[in-house]
């Protein structure tokens, strides 16, 4: 095994978060960073770099392409895109971008995350360095704002110009129809990912970081209760160790730093056993709290065709509350201006012909179901199983929230002006009514928003599950630290982007002052 000098810090990930730990760490010359990204640079890869082609991305050899486990009330052929390239998800993903909300913080300070409230998050937040702006005025074409007006109608929301602005000063919103902000830049459509804004610009500029692209972690190395580096494979298939004198960062996303964790001993005693790990620390947490939301889909076919000008085919959102003691809304559409289709095909739907299709897909926000990740093998190129556990939370109320949507979006499309674009629904067709045959559709029918989180989740120490304490730390270990979704305690209501490039931004803090601490004793 070939060894690479040490670093001051070694990133695991050059995702969404670890791109901007990367540019945030090597902002001190005197400070070594190595950055591991398990796919290649994506500055040349023009159908990465162009958000409207981000459909391209899913399912092609730059997806990871997890899959869930079977699912009794759900569906079990959901296949979970992950991103392997430089940027990590916000290379591949849509960049709807949210502020978090002030309650969806509160919820992570009840939950053990001392110091993660509102007003620090947002300062955060204020730091990003993505270009998020409201879709741009050329973009928004008529049918989405027809349907803008129709699902304000319908549903007695008000039209909303700018959602961020709502949360910016620490608030929220209930309610609301309108066009979505977006991390992109609008005059060439090109992404504003998290490797875009923080890394491009410094990646030939400064010697104290370096990135290996195409290196795959599989294990970090433990002396004793200290994390020292990790090993890998690079892209010629060589095995390396890259050492860290400070810190490990995981930063490798909900589903690959819990993995990382696993093949590493570090996890629940028993379930590493059964798979033939050696235990190194007993972590119960790590897999656990497995969140996502889920959504369904209402597609119709159009009586005309869609208009072609657009940022990535889901411009606009509805938020509808249902729940009056609740400030935050709990219910969610995207609009998609193109077939979404893979799971409709699937039931035997015929989906409309190209350019006479539009979607609407309710989500979850606050799903209260809860999964489990965890290793089939101890071989690192086998896929941990996802058992997401849709539709079990045992209220019903995640089945209730998607028949409610289903129900309402019928009514969204009713409505005028944007009544008189649909020809006819398709799927899951007019004579599916009742509650139960909703449920039936659209539990099956039933996609992900790609938003994994939860499975190393933060906690106060009394917390026998919380796999990091509220400043990123891993539990009884000295020098590892993680930075991505899967600390998240619970999922914030809307699309999580910001939180995560918040909490990158937070943990580059975090990071800092233990050091400055560390030094000063």
């Known amino acids: 095994m070939s060894h690479d000098r040490t670093y001051d810090y070694v990133i695991v990930g050059g995702g969404t978060a670890g791109s901007v730990l990367a540019d945030r760490l090597t902002e001190d010359p005197d400070t070594t960073v190595c950055l591991i990204e398990g796919g290649p640079d994506d500055r040349d890869l023009e159908h990465v770099l162009r ?36 940027g990590g998800c916000s290379s591949h993903n849509t960049l709807i971008s949210f502020r978090p909300f002030a309650e969806d913080l509160d919820d992570w300070v009840a939950a053990g995350a001392e110091g993660w409230d509102n007003a620090t998050v947002q300062s955060y937040a204020d730091r990003i360095k993505c270009n998020i702006v409201p879709v741009a005025d050329k973009d928004r074409n008529t049918m989405v704002r027809d349907w803008v007006e129709s699902a304000a109608k319908a549903t007695g929301v008000p039209v909303v110009e700018d959602f961020n602005a709502l949360t910016s000063h620490g608030g929220g919103f209930a309610e609301g129809a309108g066009f979505l902000s977006i991390a992109y830049d609008p005059y060439t459509g090109y992404r504003s990912s998290a490797s875009v804004a923080y890394l491009h610009p410094i990646m030939d500029v400064r010697d104290n970081l370096t990135v290996l692209l195409e290196t795959w972690v599989d294990r970090v190395v433990l002396d004793g209760d200290r994390a020292t580096g990790v090993e890998a494979t690079d ?8 050492s860290a004198r400070r810190e490990v960062i995981l930063s490798a996303g909900a589903v690959d730093t819990p993995r990382l964790l696993l093949l590493s001993g570090i996890g ?24 996502d939301h889920p959504e369904s889909i209402i597609m119709w076919k159009t009586s005309r065709p869609v208009p072609q000008n657009t940022v990535m085919d889901s411009d606009a959102a509805l ?3 249902r729940d009056d003691s609740d400030p935050r809304p709990d219910l969610m559409f995207h609009i998609y201006q193109i077939p979404f289709d893979d799971n409709t095909k ?46 079990t939370d045992p209220d019903g109320y995640d089945e209730q929230t998607i028949v409610d949507g289903l129900k309402i979006a019928r009514q969204v499309a009713e409505a005028e002006p944007f009544r008189s674009w649909i020809e006819a629904e398709v799927a899951p067709g007019p004579g599916v009514r009742t509650d139960e045959e909703l449920s039936e559709y659209g539990r099956r029918a039933a996609h992900t928003v790609y938003h994994p989180a ?34 998240f305690p619970t999922l914030p209501t809307p699309n999580p982007m910001v939180m995560v490039l918040a909490l990158g931004e937070r943990a580059a803090d975090l990071v800092r002052e233990d050091h400055r601490r560390e030094e000063a004793r």
Not at 59 to 64: I, K, P, R, S, V
């Open 51 to 86: 958000l409207r082609d981000w459909l391209s991305v899913l399912d092609g050899d730059l997806d990871l392409k997890y899959t869930t486990t079977e699912q009794p009330r759900g569906n079990s052929h959901i296949l979970h895109s992950r991103a392997r390239v430089l």
């Open 235 to 242: 892209r010629d298939g060589r095995r390396i160790s890259v």
């Open 268 to 291: 629940d005693a028993g379930h590493l056993r059964e798979v033939g790990v050696e235990p190194r620390h007993d972590l119960p947490g790590v897999g656990e709290n497995l969140l």
């Open 319 to 321: 938020f509808v509350r």
């Open 346 to 391: 699937r039931l035997g739907y015929t989906s409309p012909p190209d350019g006479y299709a539009v979607c609407m897909t309710p989500n979850i926000p606050r799903s209260r179901s809860r999964g489990r990740l965890y290793l089939t093998s101890a071989d690192p190129k086998d896929k941990p199983a996802l058992d997401f556990r849709y539709f």
């Open 454 to 487: 939860g499975t190393c989740r933060m906690g106060a120490a009394d917390d026998p599950l919380a796999v990091v304490d509220p400043r990123l730390r891993v539990r009884g270990l000295r020098g590892l630290r993680i930075a991505d979704a899967s600390v």
